[in-house]
């Protein structure tokens, strides 16, 4: 991840996140019950329409995944559709 996005996400949450760069389940069992995980895959696409894999786990008590499409809209980015299947928890 660029400093730019890092920057631009932390605008956006108010520094209440935590980047990891350790997904593995030691690290998600560490942080369970103390913050909700969000995971973003491989984005695949090209300059106008992306899919992006995503999940989030609740801390053991709920979690969610799927692909979303996101498309650019001017000078933004919004969710357009979901693609394959997705999974609740």
């Not at 209440?16 to 995980?37: C, F, K, M």
């Not at 695949?44 to 008590?61: E, K, N």
Request: glycine share 12%; hydrophobic share 35%.
């Amino acid at each position: 991840m660029t400093q730019e996005l890092e920057r631009a996400i932390d605008a956006e949450l108010d520094g209440n996140y935590r980047l990891i760069d350790d997904p593995s389940p030691e690290t998600v069992n560490q942080l369970s019950g103390h913050a909700t995980l969000y995971w973003v895959g491989p984005i695949d696409g090209d300059a106008g329409r992306v899919t992006v894999p995503a999940s989030y786990f609740c801390g053991g008590l709920c979690a969610e995944g799927q692909t979303v499409v996101v498309e650019r809209s001017g000078t933004a980015w919004k969710v357009t559709a979901s693609t394959g299947s997705s999974w609740i928890a």
